[in-house]
């Protein structure tokens, strides 16, 4: 029998809250005897810094959670992330999308049916109709563009796909939701989605516990997966934490931190019990 493989990805840009704690702790107990592993997210070079990565270790080893030895640094695997690229690449399914924010906000307000995803309104698909002659006289021109993936070519390539989710069974694939989704920026070598893909793939985590605000994202995961080659894992989507305005806590609205509830006097068991009978 497999031993299950998971993982706890937090980003160093702010203090670790309850929420985190609880995500932390659903990945460790889903392990079960197997691998529970800890991954710094850490491309974004403009908000992470190192001390919140060393307070991430410190509060997790507070929470009393064990992880494997090897920790994965994003930042440190750019090469990793290329190697993606270029694959999506030579099948055709990448193209430079020279559009400013203006650009695409301009050309969704002048359409009456925008069609929306998970993360808003879609990409119109500019640049993508540009010819290749057009498109390389914007790279010599020095034009700073982003890496899109062609979601129609994509969907053609990988055919019907499906994954299985622990709690909601079987799903058929819809990575359409998200259209020509961004892959790579000029300040940002692999976005989130190729990233986690990648990453998930080469530590071998067979089981991905997130929130459920990331269940549509698994649609797009699963894409990537089939375009890459990679191993396909279950996934298991956990409720969100919330505050008293049911709003769920984030590092951006201020929810309380675990340091913070360590100097309230809280012990680490009175943490994890929260953490864990908030995700019950």
Known sequence: MRLITTRFAPSPTGALHLGHA???CFAADAAA???FLL???DLDRDRCRETFVTAIFDDLSWLGLA???NVRRQSQHFADYQAALSKLSRLGLLYPCFCS??????EIAASSTAPHGPG???YPGLCRRLDADRRRQRELEGSPFCLRLDMAASLRLAGPLEWRDVEQGPQLARPELWGDVVLARK???????LAVTVDDALQGV???TRGADLFAASHLHRLLQALLGLPVPLWQHHPLLRGADGKRLSKRDGAQSLRQLRAQGLSSAEVRAMARLALA
Not at 101 to 106: E, H, L, S
Not at 187 to 193: F, K, L
Request: aromatic share 6%; charged share 20%; glycine share 10%.
């Open 33 to 35: 005897g197997g691998c």
């Open 206 to 208: 067979t089981l991905v």
């Open 67 to 69: 992880w494997h030895p």
């Open 187 to 193: 300040d940002m070598p692999a976005c989130y989605h």
């Open 120 to 122: 808003g309104p879609l």
């Open 101 to 106: 924010r203006a650009d695409i906000a301009r």
């Open 39 to 41: 991954r710094i997210e």
């Open 22 to 24: 609880a995500a932390a």
